[in-house]
């Protein structure tokens, strides 16, 4: 069989603006760059379906999720004014590889698409859209993945978020807050988990974990292609806002595990006082124990940190398992969209893609 590449116009200039903007390609190593775009997605980002919270992304994520393994700056492109050079738009694109029924498919992630609200009405979204597809096809690409929480058209999956309040009193006992015993155990438990940072261990261990995380890959349809420097880069500990730990307990017969999840605060953007939600999102998780004690040890280590909720995606445990560990059923679902390829609709447990 011959696959026969179709050509493709590519547009040499870009599209024209009005009212004196003009493109602008953000370095995400450029620390004045990353303060302005912190303001414009703290202003104007993704609000939830009730326009009542708003996600607060702190520099150094921002800065953590531009900066990929192989990043272009022709990629990271910002509308701005030519006499104030305030940043009014942006949107980001990273090259990624996705498997989908056992099929590599090269194409692009498009993430952080913000635009401010008066700019909105006059329809500058897809000039934002064109300019961007018409950078992605000058490399080549003419496939592309995003996620979005308003549904539109027809998704590739759509998943739920299940949700688990860590600060409730009512919680307490499954803490174990209320009994000394139960909370020396915990501290305990604690101990035996230890900051992971693949960067700064050995080459084989490296590798053995990323094999362990592709045989959990293979029982789903859709996931990431993982390579070794993806691997570093994505499952390690940053201070902030990434945390993974690795469980090295001797009496689990050398059994290891790794959680990775992230913060990804929430702030309330309606009444006369805006507070934070402190909430935690399960990313990756290699586990060699049981699927409960996993998850609770995981619960109890975002509780130690002092996070206020627990978010997991619909697919990654079944509905009645979370449910038995006290989980709500959340309304924010996330919708996977891909342009330039068809495929059939994927179920929430057959997805093993997690987008920041």
């Known amino acids: 069989m011959v696959y026969v590449c179709k050509k493709f116009h590519v547009n040499k200039f870009p599209p024209l603006l009005p009212f004196e903007l003009s493109w602008k390609d953000v370095n995400g190593h450029c620390l004045d760059f990353i303060h302005e775009l912190y303001y414009l997605l703290d202003n104007n980002f993704v609000e939830d379906c009730y326009s009542f919270l708003r996600f607060n992304y702190i520099h ?5 999720a531009i900066c990929t393994p192989n990043w272009v700056l022709f990629l990271n492109l ?4 030519n006499r104030t050079f305030k940043l009014n738009g942006f949107i980001t694109s990273n090259f990624r590889k996705i498997i989908i029924n056992g099929r590599l498919v090269f194409c692009s992630e498009i993430n952080f698409l913000c635009l401010q609200k008066k700019l909105r009405r006059r329809f500058f979204v897809q000039v934002l859209i064109k300019e961007i597809t018409r950078r992605l096809n000058c490399f080549g690409t003419s496939k592309a993945i995003y996620t979005t929480g308003l549904p539109f058209l027809r998704p590739l999956l759509s998943a739920n978020y299940f949700f688990h309040i860590l600060n409730s009193q009512e919680q307490d006992i499954f803490y174990g807050s209320k009994s000394e015993k139960t ?9 035996t988990w230890k ?9 084989s261990r490296c590798l053995y974990n990323l094999k362990i995380l592709r045989k959990l890959f293979k029982k789903k349809k859709i996931y990431k292609h993982f390579d070794k420097i993806d691997f570093s880069y994505w499952i390690r500990f940053v201070k902030g806002f990434k945390f993974t730990f690795i469980n090295q307990n001797r009496g689990l017969k050398n059994k290891k595990s790794i959680v990775s999840f992230y913060s ?11 507070f934070y939600f402190f909430d935690a ?17 995981t619960l109890i280590i975002c509780k130690s940190i ?10 990654q445990y079944t509905e009645n398992f979370l449910i038995n560990l006290k989980f709500k059923d959340g309304s924010n679902k996330i919708n996977v969209y891909m342009l330039g390829l068809e495929t059939e609709i994927l179920k929430p447990n057959e997805n093993g893609l997690i987008f920041f």
């Open 306 to 315: 002092g996070f206020d909720l627990f978010y997991i995606l619909d697919g």
């Open 183 to 191: 909370g020396n155990k915990n501290q305990k438990m604690i101990k």
């Open 60 to 64: 150094e994520f921002i800065k953590f």
């Open 78 to 81: 910002a509308l701005k004014f």
């Open 195 to 203: 900051k992971f940072n693949p960067l700064k261990k050995e080459k």
């Open 264 to 274: 990804l605060p929430c702030k309330t953007i309606r009444g006369r006082k805006s």
């Open 281 to 297: 999102y399960y990313y990756y998780g290699i586990q060699e124990i049981e699927k409960e004690f996993f998850l609770k040890e």
